[in-house]
């Protein structure tokens, strides 16, 4: 499982800059309607999303512990402001770190999405206690996954 966090110090998401920013919101809109199905948007913006299975590539992981663990990293809370976008918790992506599969992927989300996500804010989900995931950051394999697919 791989989560996606920029640093504390740009708590507020990253900025996308558009010559445009009135159409920001169409253009989300289109990017979520390819991935994400809208559960429920909040009086003050927040949107709860869930994956669609559609959308994540379809491996086999090798460890059954993460399949319970995938239920709650389903949903995922964005909140959209004039002109950045912020993931509440971070972005996870319920899909394995180490099927080739993930990274063509994940290529392709970042080329469709308003913004552009950076190889080195990536985390790996492992096994922590029994229903916790730890999360740590990429080892030297998935890191050079990772640049090659995000550049």
């Known amino acids: ?9 740009r708590c507020w998401g990253h900025v996308i800059r558009t010559k445009e920013p009135h159409l920001l ?4 809109d289109a990017f979520f309607a390819i991935y994400f199905e809208q559960v429920e948007q909040t009086e003050d913006g927040t949107l709860l999303l869930t994956w ?5 590539p379809h491996t086999e992981w090798t460890d059954e512990y993460f399949r319970p663990e995938l239920q709650r990293f ?3 809370m964005v909140v959209l402001m004039v002109n950045q976008v912020m993931f509440m918790m971070g972005l996870i992506f ?4 180490t099927d080739p599969a993930t990274f063509k992927f994940l ?3 970042n080329a469709d999405a308003p913004f552009k996500m950076s190889p080195q804010f990536f985390k790996v989900g492992t096994n922590g206690k029994p229903g916790k995931t730890k999360w ?8 050079a996954h990772l640049q090659e697919a995000l550049g």
């Open 1 to 9: 499982m791989l989560g996606y966090q920029p640093p504390k110090s």
């Open 25 to 28: 919101r169409e253009k989300f």
């Open 52 to 56: 669609k299975q559609s959308a994540l």
């Open 74 to 76: 389903q949903k995922q």
């Open 94 to 97: 319920p899909i394995s770190a």
């Open 107 to 109: 290529a392709r989300f």
């Open 136 to 143: 740590t950051k990429s080892d030297a394999a998935v890191a």
